[in-house]
């Protein structure tokens, strides 16, 4: 089973501020690593596949890169409303599909 | 839009089986290879449960794999999931969503809970 490792587990930031999530898989997954957010009470949105590509409707503040082991989930500059939780999400070596433990982003 | 809606009770007794039904809406279940189910414990992280393609090939999550079991059913345009033998452990947000790895539709969720 792949784990991935999401750091740090709590991100204290400001809006308007760089936001910047790191994903580390214990194996190489190529680049095939999503991103969500989740609000609480929602479900996960999915902001970005294979790595790199955002969703349908996500604004360009947010972008993912990374392959192999490690990935980066940055947002530009925070808006309120990117205050939430964050998962990463890998379907390289499946069953099963298998999620980090989230980063929490939250206003400082 | 595609529209996902998870219907079931609300309250599971220790031991017994947990179902719980995905009704797709605004679009067919044919259009997408894979539809899956994903749960939340309260306060906690995501776990993926189990997938199924739009020809009936399943997948399970190994740590679960014994007590579920995953259905389509094109007729009505819906997905199952049942989970036999649950326990307190079992008690979560479940949630039906469609992709695989890169869901870009889910449900809204419901509360399952294990209690006598």
């Known amino acids: 089973e792949i784990v991935l490792a999401q750091f740090p587990a709590t991100l204290s930031l400001s809006p308007g501020e760089r936001g910047t999530l790191s994903c580390r898989a214990s194996?190489?997954?190529?680049?095939?690593l999503a991103w969500y957010q989740q609000k609480p009470g929602q479900p996960p949105r999915l902001l970005i596949y294979?790595?790199?590509s955002r969703a349908t409707g996500i604004p360009a503040r947010f972008s993912g890169s990374g392959s192999g082991t490690d990935f980066t989930l940055t947002i530009s500059s925070l808006e309120l409303e990117d205050f939430a939780v964050y998962y990463c999400?890998?379907?390289?070596?499946?069953?099963?599909?298998?999620f980090g433990g989230g980063t929490r982003v939250e206003i400082k | 839009q595609v529209r996902l809606q998870e219907s079931g009770p609300g309250l599971v007794k220790p031991s017994e089986t947990l179902s719980l039904t995905c009704t797709v809406s605004g679009g067919s279940i044919s259009d997408r290879n894979w539809w899956g189910w994903v749960r939340q414990p309260p306060g906690k992280g995501l776990e993926w449960i189990a997938e199924?393609?739009?020809?009936?090939?399943?997948y399970y999550n190994p740590s679960l794999m014994s007590r579920l079991t995953i259905s389509l059913d094109k007729s009505k345009n819906q997905f199952s999931l049942k989970l036999n033998s649950v326990t307190a452990a079992d008690t979560a947000v479940y949630y039906c969503?469609?992709?695989?790895?890169?869901?870009?539709?889910w449900g809204q969720g419901t509360l399952v809970t294990v209690s006598s």
């Open positions: 194996q190489s997954i190529g680049n095939s």
């Open positions: 199924i393609s739009r020809t009936g090939t399943s």
């Open positions: 294979d790595a790199s």
């Open positions: 969503a469609r992709g695989i790895g890169a869901a870009d539709y």
């Open positions: 999400q890998q379907r390289s070596n499946w069953p099963p599909l298998t």
